[in-house]
């Protein structure tokens, strides 16, 4: 069983999209947040500081859309440059405006090509909820900001990841790093980040 299939797992079935849309929200806010003074800052994702963090947020919505309209998203890339330092609110507003009218309900059971292979549209958006709740935790981490979203937002995202990726494995497809142990009092997005290998600040 590979990465994408094992998102399609009866756990894994229900609509996803109000859970991605809602992280996308949260992660809206977040980013208003950042001041042009951290942009230079690290985060917990070695790949990045806040500045091309920022723009991959950007370029995974982008990719959500070319996903959705029958694309590829090769084609697109992972980092968004040549935003101004105080562009990237809006920029992720209008890329995040522009995913709805592609993922109509037909599309959830519509085979869509994703980095990872050829799936069923839920299961993209399935992967890409985790991913910007994951990368919301690394802003929000880098930024001083609450790195908490909703419980239950989290939550059902862990649960799905839980059982898709075990700790065993990790590498090759699945790019994450070992699970790192939660603290005592991690809440559930900072539980999905260790899950995803993310080291707790």
Request: proline share 10%.
């Amino acid at each position: 069983m590979n990465f994408a299939d094992s998102f399609l797992m009866p756990q894994a079935t229900p609509d996803p999209r109000p859970l991605y849309r809602e992280a996308l929200a949260w992660t809206t806010g977040l980013i208003a947040g950042v001041r042009r003074d951290q942009l230079a800052a690290p985060t917990p994702c070695p790949e990045f500081d806040v500045r091309t963090l920022l723009g991959h947020l950007v370029a995974g919505v982008e990719r959500v859309r070319i996903i959705g309209e029958g694309g590829d998203p090769s084609t697109s890339p992972t980092v968004v440059t040549g935003i101004s330092d105080d562009g990237y609110g809006a920029a992720y507003r209008s890329a995040t405006d522009r995913v709805w009218p592609a993922w109509t309900d037909g599309r959830l059971d519509a085979d869509v090509t994703a980095p990872w292979g050829t799936v069923p549209g839920r299961v993209a958006i399935w992967v890409y909820s985790m991913e910007t709740l994951v990368h919301g935790w690394d802003l929000a981490t880098a930024t001083g900001q609450p790195a908490e979203t909703r419980p239950e937002l989290a939550e059902s995202v862990l649960a799905a990841v839980r059982h898709a990726i075990p700790p065993e494995r990790r590498g090759e497809k699945m790019p994450f790093g070992p699970v790192i142990t939660p603290s005592a009092h991690a809440g559930p997005t900072e539980k999905l980040a260790n899950w995803s290998g993310r080291a707790s600040s």
